[in-house]
T-cell receptor
Framework: TAGITQAPTSQILAAGRSMTLRCTQD?????MYWYRQDLGLGLRLIHY???????GKGEVPDGYSVSRANTDDFPLTLASAVPSQTSVYFC???????????FGPGTRLTVL | GQNIDQPTEMTATEGAIVQINCTYQ??????LFWYQQHAGEAPTFLSY??LDGLEEKGRFSSFLSRSKGYSYLLLKELQMKDSASYLC??????????WGAGTKLIIKP
């Protein structure tokens, strides 16, 4: 099985533009997460979804939105990108909210 | 507040043993994870502790003391491929993971 995939692998984006980072899992996991990882900082949770149809805000949700229309997909949208959103973005999933999280390969985003 | 502390960087020799410490202060506690992350790659699961004591899994062991807010990851018989960052994360009262900044482990021949 593919597990969890993310697209694109990397992207350079002009400030003010919008972008959607895609995340798909084929493990039928209920819970999915979006993190950003910046040098010298731990992974920080942006948004999460404990089950299809529900979403919640994490530690750093401002400037980001998510949707969870089905079990497999959990896209992250930046409505109007700013340079401080330059980061590596990881999507993760777990069977339930209390289970081990498994990570996708990440998307490296640069906002200029 | 919530806080996870790990050393920023450690160096060890191939074939040796290294212990990576993690101390935490979190609102509620529902367990502690250790993940490994090679440069440019995704974190991968190593261990989960929810009760006090040592959990051994091959060359890797993880220890937890809830009363001291302390955990360590012990790596034995170090190999060059163990060069990576090791991330400590606690599970808080809302079952969200709170992550440390990670410890970069450098293995020298």
């Amino acid at each position: 099985t593919a597990g969890i995939t993310q697209a694109p692998t990397s992207q350079i984006l002009a400030a003010g533009r919008s972008m959607t980072l895609r995340c798909t899992q084929d493990m039928r996991h209920n819970a999915m997460y979006w993190y950003r990882q910046d040098l010298g900082l731990g992974l920080r949770l942006i948004h999460y979804s404990n089950t299809a149809g529900t979403t919640g805000k994490g530690e750093v949700p401002d400037g980001y939105s998510v949707s969870r229309a089905n079990t497999d997909d959990f896209p992250l949208t930046l409505a109007s990108a700013v340079p401080s959103q330059t980061s590596v973005y990881f999507c993760a999933s777990s069977g339930t909210a209390t289970d081990t999280q498994y990570f996708g390969p990440g998307t490296r985003l640069t906002v200029l | 507040g919530q806080n996870i502390d790990q050393p920023t960087e450690m160096t060890a020799t191939e074939g040796a043993i290294v212990q990576i410490n993690c101390t935490y202060q979190t609102s509620g506690f529902n367990g502690l994870f250790w993940y490994q992350q090679h440069a440019g790659e995704a974190p991968t699961f190593l261990s989960y502790n929810v009760l006090d004591g040592l959990e051994e899994k091959g060359r890797f062991s993880s220890f937890l003391s809830r009363s001291k807010g302390y955990s360590y990851l012990l790596l034995k018989e170090l190999q060059m491929k163990d060069s990576a960052s090791y991330l400590c994360a606690t599970v808080d009262s809302n079952y969200q993971l709170i992550w440390g900044a990670g410890t970069k482990l450098i293995i020298k021949p």
